[in-house]
T-cell receptor, first 113, second 111 residues
Framework: AQSVTQLGSHVSVSEGALVLLRCNYSSSVPPYLFWYVQYPNQGLQLLLK??????LVKGINGFEAEFKKSETSFHLTKPSAHMSDAAEYFCAVSGGSARQLTFGSGTQLTVLP | SQTIHQWPATLVQPVGSPLSLECTVE??????LYWYRQAAGRGLQLLFY??????ISSEVPQNLSASRPQDRQFILSSKKLLLSDSGFYLC??????????FGSGTQLSVL
């Protein structure tokens, strides 16, 4: 069984401030982890993913996430928020070869001028 | 809030057989509906989306089709499955000014 918990359904940051979106997971097998973003009126877009190898993963638009097995976390960060980062962000876990994808409930990011 | 019912949870089908995956939505009306697919270790790929009854947009050419016979019903179909159709299929729903909600997904294995 697997699950994903995203802490904070709404996060607000000022433009230029650090973005930190939290994600914790549980999985009975080594996980594949994903962050997706959905901009208004668009479909989901893959930001980044972790499968194996380096635990710090860099994605598009300056985002990155670090897989921490001991903390069962995969938090998403960006050093400096931009207005265009305002969107809904989803963390997801896939149980390796089992492939089933489980999503968190999402975090709405607001960027304040 | 919305609830999405998606079935079956797992499905094993032979190559060349037909497919029908159903998704129904409760708790909202006139949502935008989506079918996504994830192949092993990769991200989600948007297959179809619908903004209303009978309105289907396809994002990628493929062996699959979608239909929306009712406001809260979205069906993914194929006349003849291919091996490459194996994957995890996810239905999603989004009503105006609401969050995106996901079904529990269907793991399809084509043998």
């Amino acid at each position: 069984a697997q699950s994903v918990t995203q802490l904070g359904s709404h996060v607000s940051v000022s433009e230029g401030a650090l973005v930190l979106l939290r994600c914790n997971y549980s999985s009975s097998v080594p996980p594949y982890l994903f962050w997706y973003v959905q901009y208004p009126n668009q479909g989901l877009q893959l930001l980044l993913k972790y499968t194996t190898g380096a635990t710090l993963v860099k994605g598009i638009n300056g985002f990155e996430a670090e897989f921490k097995k001991s903390e069962t976390s995969f938090h998403l960060t960006k050093p400096s928020a931009h207005m265009s980062d305002a969107a809904e962000y989803f963390c997801a876990v896939s149980g390796g070869s089992a492939r089933q994808l489980t999503f968190g409930s999402g975090t709405q990011l607001t960027v304040l001028p | 809030s919305q609830t999405i019912h998606q079935w079956p949870a797992t499905l094993v089908q032979p190559v060349g057989s037909p497919l029908s995956l159903e998704c129904t939505v409760e708790g909202t009306s006139n949502p935008n509906l989506y079918w996504y697919r994830q192949a092993a270790g990769r991200g989600l790929q948007l297959l179809f989306y619908s903004v209303g009854i009978g309105q289907i947009s396809s994002e990628v050419p493929q062996n699959l089709s979608a239909s929306r016979p009712q406001d809260r019903q979205f069906i993914l179909s194929s006349k003849k499955l291919l091996l490459s159709d194996s994957g995890f299929y996810l239905c999603a729903s989004r009503a105006t000014n609401e969050k995106l909600f996901f079904g529990s997904g269907t793991q399809l294995s084509v043998l």
